[in-house]
């Protein structure tokens, strides 16, 4: 399919006019083709060579509109840092419509109803970064949103500093967020609240539909998915940053790219939001702080589900959904299949130990995927190889009881454990050349965060440790 046989549908807009608001795209001034990423155009079928169509830039620039698409905001609110906010919504991001069941959204297209003060804008530097990083997470089997494409252009904006402004061509099977429901909850407007349920289910768990229960058991499976989500986050070395209510799928998927970061050195305290200074989005706080969004949740669906059994559920989140599927995560990073009690303290005294080695996340499950009883590599890598030596002892006990040679274990962890993940260093490289039009890098990232896991000998510089200046640097939300 070419852009110009697009044809869109726009189911939410059924949903009534208290969802959303019909805004257009402010065009940004001389736009350029930034990155295409054929793999996203797959998905919406269409022509991998899109990328030197014409009307790829007027599509996110918002100057060509597909068949059948009809740009909207959509109304939101949400719990930021622990407070309501009832007046969110997207504030720069307008919907077109949707295409093979992806929820097609341009980011940074000027301002809504919903921009407060805000200029509508996105900067070069924060679209990039979530562009490449949400295609890293999927190619890291981390549920999440797509881009399609991203462009640059003339147009002055001013964030900490005069920057360009871009836009990026996201997609999602949802854009609905904890905030939605908190919306017409909030606004007391449960009729639209249980509408809003049924089109989530009719969105996100089709399965459900022909089910009595179907509401309750949306949000049982929202708590499992958040429950995977989070675990696979913590997993990988996946810090958010701005875990409010508005940036939490309904549909368990990693939404809203701001200032994430994954882990450089291990600290399990870090937070890579300089904004958030006492912590509440840190690295170690997310899988709590996913547990509150999640009773929010709740909150805002009393009114059509009983609260007593989405209590219940809630209960179960921290007394086992979550811990199991951490363990589960870490459980296969460590290439162990069996599941034993004790599991728990090996991944307890392996965090402590990582945090107390200054050691980076990524490098040291990458070399212990090689690790055949010889330590001298992982001594290598860690500042404080001395508790790494205490762990390895409790690992090689473990592994004992595995019955799997080393080389099977290899094999496993290899495919769980990747060389390649987006550090912000590495962003930031990419970033500083394309504002200088070289997007050479972008390309490059892009290319890397599709083989996580390959052995990639042109790229070696970067499965290596993060340079000191740069680790487990915070950034800024402003973007
Ligand atoms: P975030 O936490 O970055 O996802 O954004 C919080 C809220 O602020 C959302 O409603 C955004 O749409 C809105 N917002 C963020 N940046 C801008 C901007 N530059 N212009 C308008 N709205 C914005
Ligand atoms: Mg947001």
């Not at 100057?63 to 504030?91: C, E, R, V």
């Not at 539909?209 to 949000?219: C, G, H, S, T």
């Not at 799997?404 to 962003?427: A, D, F, G, I, T």
């Not at 965060?449 to 950034?475: M, Q, S």
Request: hydrophobic share 40%; charged share 25%.
């Amino acid at each position: 399919m070419t852009i110009q046989n697009m044809i869109l549908q726009t189911p939410y807009l059924t949903l009534g006019e208290e969802f959303y608001n019909e805004t257009k795209s402010d065009p940004l001034e001389e736009p350029y083709l930034i990155s295409f990423n054929p793999q996203a155009a797959k998905l919406i079928e269409l022509d991998e060579n899109s990328a030197t169509d014409p009307l790829l830039v007027s599509l996110l620039n918002g100057t060509f509109i597909p068949k059948g698409a009809s740009p909207f905001a959509m109304a939101y609110a949400g719990h930021q840092f622990g407070h309501y906010n009832p007046w969110l919504g997207d504030g720069r991001a307008i919907n077109l419509g949707t295409l093979n069941a992806w929820n097609l959204q341009t980011k940074g297209s000027g301002e809504t109803l919903y921009s407060r003060s805000a200029d509508g804008r996105a900067a070069i530097r924060s679209s990039i970064r979530e562009y490449l990083m949400s295609e890293s997470m999927f190619h890291l089997g981390i549920a999440t949103t797509r881009a399609l494409a991203i462009i640059g252009s003339k147009t002055k904006i001013i964030r900490n500093k005069i920057e360009n402004a871009a836009v990026v061509m996201r997609m999602s099977p949802s854009w609905v967020r904890f905030g939605t429901f908190e919306y017409f909850y909030y606004n007391r407007e449960y009729d639209k609240l249980h509408a809003l349920a049924e089109y989530v289910i009719e969105e996100s768990f089709a399965h459900l539909q022909a089910d009595d229960d179907r509401l309750l058991k949306m949000f049982c499976e929202v708590v499992d998915k958040t429950a995977t989500l989070i675990a696979q986050w913590q997993g990988i070395g996946f810090n958010h940053g701005v875990m409010n209510t508005d940036n939490m799928s309904i549909a368990g998927l990693t939404i809203d790219y701001g200032p994430f970061a994954m882990m450089d050195d291990f600290n399990f305290g870090y937070i890579c939001n300089c904004s958030d200074i006492v912590g509440r989005y840190s690295y170690a706080e997310q899988p709590n702080v996913a547990y509150w969004n999640l009773t929010m949740l709740a909150k805002a669906l009393s009114p059509i589900i009983s609260k007593d059994k989405m209590d219940k559920k809630l209960e179960e989140y921290g007394a086992s959904l979550y811990p199991n599927a951490y363990i589960k995560v870490m459980c296969t990073k460590l290439g162990l299949k069996k599941r034993l009690d004790s599991d728990a303290e090996l991944v307890e005294e392996l965090v402590i130990a990582l945090h107390d080695a200054f050691v980076d996340y990524t490098l040291f499950f990458r070399t212990l995927s090689h690790y055949d009883g010889n330590r001298e590599n992982l001594y290598d890598i860690a500042m404080n190889p001395v508790v790494v030596d205490k762990w390895l002892a409790l690992y090689d006990k473990r592994v004992t009881l595995e019955e799997s040679s080393y080389e099977e274990r290899r094999e496993m962890m290899l495919q769980e454990n990747p060389k390649y993940v987006l550090k912000n260093h590495m962003l930031q490289e990419a970033i500083v050349l394309a504002e200088d039009g070289d997007f050479s890098k972008v390309e490059e990232l892009l290319y890397i965060a599709t083989h996580p896991y390959d052995e990639l000998p042109e790229f070696e510089h970067f499965a290596g440790d993060t340079p000191e200046e740069y680790k487990n640097i915070g950034l800024s939300c402003s973007s």
